[in-house]
């Protein structure tokens, strides 16, 4: 690949579960809103942060590499192209490090991965990733597309698609399984709570949402729900806020729950509208090193507005980080159940063919000092929704939320 990458590196938190996207909706990340995969998770940052594996050779030797080809090539009775190989050299290279967050994506897959960051694919709605035991989870379907309809909950374990195990699937596969025509069923096998085994046959349709709804709740609460922070989150949420304040509202709630992540900057600037100019919203790290310090940017119209921040089991990355350093500089009470916990950040690296390398470049840490990676956020007060209510469709977290503003 020498010679093809793009100096010029996008600033896009992949924040999200989005570890993979395609692992990302179905991220993980990668982001899956399967059609889309996060522990999406997405960042992007500038060359000067990236950390560098100093151990390795500058060039690898591919002479072993070669004797495979040959043998491959003079054996195996199937058909080959020159590009599904060159392509399975690279996937196989971003394999290599073990980690749910790095991925190769070919020109069709990166241009798929910013479909559905931006909310705009066709699948059923759920954002994957793996588990410590590289188990492929459901980071969190969302509301109201199929899989949600459909009963998937975040946490559900996948244990075959269309009757075919996925065992050693890793998220980008999963996602290409899970997604297809609209219209089209896909069978998913869960196992939810580590015990109970499910069946949910899931019809695709195309999806194209906007990343924030909004409205009034007892006449006095603005309510702004964000589902990923995508290209248009910071223009919609700011619109919002300036609505919300001009109509004389009292109180906030943010709600991020099933929210898989996304742009880093997307997170900043709606952190931004609570915290003053120049307070910290995050650290990236490589090891102990500090790379970077965002702060709040100003334009803070929401500053001192009594706010919760509603999060869950599918709050992941950018969303935690919007949680955290709302929380942490006395922002905001946060009322629901822990999050995902997705503390790691990746860049974005650009190649001629349209390719891109999304790799895991450091961790970020909350104002608090802390990183949560594989430990999420606890929330002030811990809510959660029996399946009775989910059922009847009572948001008690929600409830609890309107609850604490209206004391």
Same mark, same amino acid.
């Given at each position: ?105 070919? =020109?069709?897959? =990166? ?72 219209? #089209? ?27 924030? #709804? ?116 006395? =922002? ?27 790799? #895991? ?47």
């Amino acid at each position: 690949m020498d010679g093809t990458q793009k100096q010029g590196r996008q600033r896009r938190g992949l924040v999200s579960s989005l570890g993979h996207f395609l692992g990302m909706l179905l991220l993980v990340a990668v982001i899956f809103t399967v059609g889309y995969g996060v522990g999406s998770g997405r960042v992007s940052l500038n060359s000067k942060n990236a950390a560098v594996a100093t151990n390795l050779p500058d060039k690898l030797n591919y002479s072993s590499i070669d004797e495979v080809y040959k043998s491959l090539k003079n054996n195996y009775d199937g058909k080959l192209s020159e590009g599904q190989l060159e392509d399975g050299l690279k996937h196989g290279l971003t394999t290599a490090t073990k980690d749910p967050y790095t991925t190769y994506f070919t =020109a069709k897959e =990166a241009k798929e991965f910013s479909d559905q960051l931006n909310n705009s694919f066709s699948g059923i709605g759920a954002q994957l990733g793996q588990d410590d035991k590289q188990n492929l989870e459901v980071i969190a379907p969302i509301a109201g597309l199929p899989a949600d309809k459909a009963g998937v909950k975040a946490k559900d374990i996948i244990t075959d698609i269309n009757g075919t195990s996925t065992s050693g699937l890793g998220v980008d596969d999963a996602v290409s399984k899970i997604r297809g025509k609209a219209g #089209t069923t896909v069978t998913l096998k869960v196992i939810r709570n580590k015990a109970e085994p499910l069946m949910f046959t899931i019809t695709r349709q195309d999806i194209n949402l906007p990343s924030v #709804t909004t409205k009034t709740l007892d006449g006095n609460i603005g309510y702004i729900q964000i589902s990923t922070f995508a290209n248009d989150t910071t223009k919609l949420t700011q619109a919002a806020a300036k609505k919300f304040k001009a109509d004389g509202v009292k109180a906030i709630v943010l709600d991020l729950r099933n929210d898989p992540g996304g742009l880093l900057d997307a997170s900043v600037n709606v952190s931004s509208l609570w915290i003053p100019q120049g307070r910290n919203i995050l650290q990236e790290k490589t090891g102990t090193k500090v790379v970077q310090s965002y702060n709040a940017l100003g334009g803070n119209v929401l500053n001192g507005m009594p706010t919760v921040v509603l999060i869950n089991s599918g709050s992941a990355s950018a969303s935690e980080i919007t949680a955290g350093a709302l929380h942490d500089n006395n =922002a905001a009470y946060l009322i629901g159940e822990k999050s995902y916990g997705k503390g790691v950040v990746q860049q974005l690296i650009n190649f001629r063919d349209g390719a891109q390398l999304k790799v #895991t470049v450091a961790s970020w840490y909350r104002p608090n000092g802390q990183n949560i990676n594989h430990k999420g956020i606890e929330p002030d007060k811990k809510v959660k929704i029996s399946d009775a209510d989910a059922k009847a469709d009572v948001d008690t977290q929600l409830q609890e939320a309107q609850a604490y503003l209206n004391k």
